[in-house]
């Protein structure tokens, strides 16, 4: 299995700092990933569905820790990227204000 797309969904949240759609091998969608950031930095949170008893189920999730790991570095990976991308627009942007 191959991580073949990565969309990054920024948020203006505390925690949640976005959302992300994948696709497998080019013909497997997972919608609505999230990043969060956690006591111990960001983290990958797997779509999930509310229960009738308040908690929370994941209706997709890795079978083993190599899948969530290879997982979780390519989504930050791309949305670090992406961060660092909008980063740099904005500084660019105020920078020609200032001229």
Same mark, same amino acid.
């Given at each position: 299995?191959?991580?073949?797309?990565?969309?990054?969904?920024?948020?203006?949240?505390? +925690?949640?700092? =976005?959302?992300?759609?994948?696709?497998?091998?080019?013909?497997?969608?997972?919608?609505?990933? +999230?990043?969060?950031?956690? =006591?111990?930095?960001?983290?990958? =949170?797997?779509?999930?569905? +509310?229960?009738?008893?308040?908690?929370?189920?994941?209706?997709?999730?890795?079978?083993?820790a190599?899948?969530?790991?290879?997982?979780?570095?390519?989504?930050?990976s791309?949305?670090?990227?992406?961060t660092?991308?909008?980063?740099?627009?904005?500084?660019?942007?105020?920078? =020609?204000?200032?001229?």
């Open positions: 299995m191959n991580i073949t797309d990565v969309r990054v969904f920024p948020v203006t949240e505390d +925690k949640l700092k =976005a959302y992300v759609t994948i696709t497998l091998d080019h013909c497997f969608v997972i919608r609505d990933l +999230k990043v969060i950031h956690g =006591a111990s930095g960001l983290f990958i =949170a797997m779509p999930a569905k +509310k229960r009738k008893d308040g908690t929370y189920k994941d209706i997709a999730h890795p079978l083993n190599d899948t969530r790991t290879e997982m979780e570095r390519v989504i930050l791309e949305y670090e990227r992406q660092q991308q909008g980063h740099l627009g904005v500084s660019a942007l105020l920078a =020609a204000e200032a001229d």
